[in-house]
């Protein structure tokens, strides 16, 4: 076989892969990639909240809060104790998608 016609089979098949990517891939995520663009440009705000209660020991409860208010995210950590103080409070700011 002659180095032309190695060459034809290679040209060829990255011409054939290329085609069939283009329609197996590319051709239907185009109608979704605007889909998702309107989707990550609207607006979100959201906020979960785990509660943590015990029936023994110095702290009665522990609350941990995420918080995302359009990719502003904030992380909040708060303990009580027996006697109804707030022991620890720490709110961590957050920025870009890490926190969620």
């Not at 060459?7 to 990517?21: D, E, K, P, R, Y």
Request: charged share 15%; proline share 4%; with cysteine.
């Amino acid at each position: 076989m002659s180095e032309r016609a190695r060459a034809a089979i290679v040209v060829g098949s990255i011409v054939v892969v290329t085609v069939l990517g283009y329609f197996l891939f590319f051709r239907p995520w185009l109608p979704q990639y605007n889909a998702v663009r309107e989707v990550q440009n609207q607006n979100s705000t959201w906020t979960v909240t785990m509660q943590c209660y015990y029936t023994s020991g110095a702290i009665e409860s522990e609350t941990y809060r995420i918080a995302n208010d359009n990719g502003k995210t904030s992380l909040l950590y708060s303990a009580t104790g027996r006697s109804g103080l707030v022991t620890k409070q720490f709110d961590v700011p957050l920025a870009g998608p890490q926190g969620t």
